[in-house]
């Protein structure tokens, strides 16, 4: 069974760039057909998928954060983890880590229990 866990600064002053570690058990980060994501909510609002990055390394980013976003890999400790710099108020939100496993067709999702950042000085 594939487990996640964030981890990260709770709180993150405005213009500072927040860095966030998902760490992976269960799995590895480079296994064929696994894609590992980040998405956030903020307060009162729905999931924000913010990027991925793939088994093979490449990332993609949502075109609204990509100027902000840093997706990469430490595959000697499988772990991923998310950079966004120049934050704000508005990045406050719970971030979550969601491993995405096709295989043969099929697709299971896992997720991590996310992690609360507060932006605020």
């Known amino acids: 069974q594939v487990q996640l866990q964030e981890s990260g600064p709770g709180l993150v002053k405005p213009s500072q760039t927040l860095s966030l570690t998902c760490a992976v058990s269960?799995?590895?980060?480079?296994?064929?057909?696994?894609?590992w994501n980040w998405i956030r909510q903020p307060p009162g609002k729905g999931l924000e998928w913010m990027g991925n990055?793939?088994?093979?390394?490449?990332?993609y980013y949502s075109p609204s954060l990509k100027s902000r976003s840093s997706i990469s890999r430490d595959t000697s400790k499988n772990q991923i983890t998310l950079q966004l710099t120049s934050v704000t108020p508005e990045d406050t939100a719970v971030y979550y880590c969601?491993?995405?496993?096709?295989?043969?067709?099929?697709?299971?999702?896992?997720w991590g229990q996310g992690t609360q950042v507060t932006v605020s000085s």
């Open positions: 990055i793939a088994y093979s390394g490449s990332t």
């Open positions: 969601l491993g995405v496993i096709v295989f043969t067709g099929t697709r299971n999702d896992y």
């Open positions: 269960g799995g590895s980060i480079t296994a064929n057909g696994h894609y």
